[in-house]
């Protein structure tokens, strides 16, 4: 019996991020499914994980018993998918909206399989209320035989929650110490350098307190570099700041496994998307969202939409601080995150009690598989 996911990589990582995510944690709570991937950019997933190999060779790849499939060899997958009454077909979890290959359609469409097949649609995360309103909501398709329905990610028991990996169903120990990670789309990021070099290596802070800026690699490197380094330029002698070599560390690309790791180590967060933003909620870390930014800024009713899941954990003075800098990023509005750095210390309390409400709503492949099993889809 399969369970097949398909995913298109179209914002550099967090889509494959969450794609690969979701299957690891299946092939790992459960046995009785193997597991296909099938991907549109091998390039982009090998970033994250170093057993891909880009290649266009006619075959697929097996990673820790997940077969992953690439999406537009139409000859190779109508070959093997259309198999035993198109058997790999009989579960297919569609990933944000991605469409289907044109070799599938036409099995599921044109060749009129025996089988039933569920398609079971899982959107990209969101706070809004949709989530809850869409979440097991079934749709129709051009065939009796291929029925389908949304199961919606969310911050709620009404959704299907978070993946929550082995790795991440307790909050790691806070790390007071530890280096700042910076993930951004492309922007100017002068102010935040600026509040980031405050917080990390403020002229009162001792030698051995002072933090680094961990930059990882994406659309937003380059703009957030040259931010910094413009920040290292003299300042006069009021200010003494260690070389810019010793303060910015610039990271390769880092399988989930060891980004994950990274990650726990910080002392705070400037996060971007959806893979990596669901796992700094987890992480109990105070962290600053920038989302992806869309047309007539519609990323601000996605941001708000979180900002108030997360209200009730928090102070209301250090939700103000919280809500400031978030909306400032998203914004582009005074872009002024110096108070946020500042208040990060009496912050953590907040964001750790929003990470374990996000635990009670259990793992969203668990509660996928006990949705899957609970209706004898398979």
């Known amino acids: 019996m399969y369970i097949t996911i398909l995913c298109k990589v179209v914002d550099n990582f967090g889509d494959i991020g969450v794609a690969w995510r979701l299957c690891r944690r299946l092939a790992k709570i ?58 790999r077909l009989s579960l297919i979890l569609e990933l944000f909206q991605c469409g289907r290959p044109d070799w599938m359609e036409h099995i599921l469409f044109e060749e009129k399989l025996n089988r039933t097949v569920q398609i079971i649609m899982i959107d990209y995360l969101t706070a809004e209320k ?7 909501l079934q749709s129709l398709t051009r065939s ?43 922007n100017d990021w002068s102010k935040l350098a600026e509040s980031l070099i405050d917080y990390c290596d403020g002229p009162s802070t001792p030698l051995r307190d002072r933090k680094k800026v961990l930059l990882a690699q994406g659309r937003g490197k380059e703009s957030m570099l040259q931010a910094l380094k413009q920040e290292f330029e003299p300042a006069g002698p009021e200010r003494s700041r260690r070389d810019e070599t010793s303060f910015i560390e610039e990271l390769p690309y880092l399988n989930q496994n060891q980004w994950d790791k990274m990650m726990k180590e ?6 971007r998307g959806e893979e990596s933003m669901s796992r700094a909620c987890l992480s109990g870390i105070p962290f600053i969202w920038h989302a992806y930014p869309q047309s007539d800024e519609y990323q601000l009713v996605k ?3 979180l900002l108030e899941r997360m209200r009730q954990h928090f102070k ?21 995150f110096s108070q946020f750095f500042e208040a990060v210390p009496r912050l953590v309390p907040g964001f750790r009690d929003f990470a374990a409400s996000l635990r009670k709503n259990g793992d969203l492949a668990a509660n996928l598989m006990t949705y899957i099993e609970k209706l004898a889809i398979i």
């Open 30 to 87: 459960q046995s009785k499914y193997k597991i296909c991937l099938v991907v549109d950019d091998l390039e982009a997933f090998s970033k994250i994980e170093s057993n891909v190999i880009a290649s266009e060779a006619k075959q697929s790849i097996i990673i820790n018993g997940i077969e992953i499939f690439p999406w537009n060899d139409d000859a190779f997958c109508h070959e093997v998918f259309s198999q035993n009454d198109g058997e």
């Open 144 to 186: 009796a035989k291929v029925q389908k329905v949304n199961f919606m990610p969310g911050f709620t028991q009404k959704t299907g929650g978070l993946v929550i990996d082995d790795e991440w169903q307790e909050i790691p120990e806070y790390k007071a110490d530890g280096p700042v990670l910076v993930f951004t789309y492309e």
């Open 266 to 271: 910080c002392s705070a967060l400037v996060i």
């Open 316 to 336: 209301q003075a250090d939700f103000e601080i919280v809500e400031k800098a978030w909306l400032d990023i998203n914004g582009a509005n005074n872009m002024s």
């Open 130 to 136: 949709y989530a809850e309103d869409f979440h097991c």
């Open 303 to 305: 941001v708000k939409a």
